[in-house]
């Protein structure tokens, strides 16, 4: 009996001692991958806004469960950045003119109507371009919204019509040219 206690010792230290020995590398076979493709449409920009000689641009992203609500989302995300962008400019060009020794950009009252024009110019932008990508079950949105800047003069003009003397004043940056 302790013959065969020995010997299933034996047989166990030596298995336990091949085990330990062997190769622990994991072999895989490549699998197949997806061609490669850009995550965004080529019109799309990272950037949420941007201005060229002719335009204001906003740029949106948004994530659904589908195309449609992803679009939409990134319509009004496109839109807002939109709205900022331009406001952010006309503001920087409100500081200019202030700057310069026009203190009548510095008034409640324009304040209130350029901001009030600067808003305008979210609902008046059109859509340009718009795509949806399905990624890993879930719908990523592009959009682009663009306003020309003559159209966007056309906002601020009207927006600040009550008051001709203001829009001579912003009119006179040379913002929309």
Known sequence: MIKIFRL??????LTVAVSGCASTETTTTPQQTEPDTPDFPSWYQSKAFESDSTSFTG???????????????????????????????VEETRKSI????????????????LRNAGQ???????VS????????????????????????????RSGLSPNPNYWQVLNSASLFE
């Open 98 to 113: 202030s700057e310069s020794g026009n203190d009548t950009v510095d008034s409640p009252e324009f304040l209130i109507m």
């Open 120 to 126: 305008a110019i979210e609902g008046e932008g059109a």
């Open 59 to 89: 740029y949106g992203e948004a994530v659904a469960g589908d195309s449609i609500s992803a679009i939409r989302n990134a319509e009004l995300q496109a839109r807002v950045n939109l709205e900022t962008g331009v406001s952010e400019l």
């Open 129 to 156: 371009n718009k795509s949806a990508v399905e990624k890993e079950g879930y719908f990523r949105g592009y959009v682009k919204v663009s306003i020309s800047k003559a159209d966007a003069k056309d906002v601020f």
């Open 8 to 13: 299933f010792i034996v047989i166990t230290a």
